[in-house]
């Protein structure tokens, strides 16, 4: 079964700190990986995705993630964070050939000024 | 990416009601999904709205407590029927794109916050 984890419930880190949020994967084939944000009353927006090339990439916001497939992780990274990055995170997972995907729990962001 | 419109974007509905969520998008799209997020909770995906078929339902949902419509490339409905305060929650619409323009991205509505009393 597809699954995915994020194994913090919650993350704080002060203004202009670099914050890593994480995330696992579990699939049964190739994965394509994603970001998501939901601020406050709002739908998720989509901040970036792995899905093939190079490991690294880059997002929305000044927020990149690495793919580590021997980790099987997807850890979502900003060098500086900002006040108005505290949201909720979620990583999702889909198979290339499959287009259901499949959400983390979600990890609440809180940045303090 | 395709703009959704989710309405109503929030209801407080009578234990027993049904209500009807629409989504409306702003272009054709392949596939369109139902997902719930529950007070505090992830995403759970309810079905697959499939145009011009029945949906495809996911485990633990059922057709006739979910009926869901697809009349065409850009309209869905979902109906929460006879609902009780379990189904409190965000009802999220969500689209992917056509082959050409980002079939491998989820895009999201805004939502349905539904409180049943």
């Known amino acids: 079964a597809q699954s995915v984890a994020q194994p913090e419930d919650q993350v704080n880190v002060a203004e202009g700190n670099p914050l890593t949020v994480k995330c696992t994967y579990s699939v049964s084939g190739n994965p394509y990986l994603f970001w998501y944000v939901q601020y406050p009353n709002r739908g998720l927006q989509f901040l970036l995705k792995y899905i093939t090339g190079d490991n690294l990439v880059k997002g929305s916001y000044g927020f990149e993630a690495e793919f580590n497939k021997s980790q099987t992780s997807f850890h979502l990274k900003k060098p500086s964070a900002l006040v108005s990055d505290s949201a909720l995170y979620f990583c999702?997972?889909?198979?290339?050939?499959?287009?259901?995907?499949?959400f983390g729990s979600g990890t609440k962001l809180n940045v303090k000024p | 990416s395709a703009v959704i419109s989710q309405k109503p974007s929030r209801d407080i509905c009578q234990r027993g009601t049904s209500l009807t969520i629409q989504c409306q998008v702003d272009?054709?799209?392949?596939?369109m999904f139902w997902y719930r997020q529950q007070p505090g909770q992830s995403l759970t995906l309810i079905a697959t709205?499939?145009?011009?078929?029945?949906?495809?339902?996911e485990s633990g949902f059922v057709i006739d407590k979910f009926p869901i419509s697809r009349p065409n490339l850009t309209f869905s409905t979902l109906t929460v029927s006879n609902m009780s305060p379990e189904d409190s929650s965000i009802y999220l619409c969500?689209?992917?794109?056509?082959?050409?323009?980002?079939?491998?991205?989820?895009?999201f509505g805004a939502g349905s916050r539904l409180t049943v009393l």
């Open positions: 969500s689209v992917t794109g056509t082959q050409d323009s980002g079939a491998n991205v989820l895009t």
């Open positions: 999702a997972v889909r198979l290339y050939n499959f287009n259901k995907f499949y």
């Open positions: 272009s054709q799209v392949t596939m």
């Open positions: 709205a499939n145009q011009g078929s029945e949906a495809t339902y």
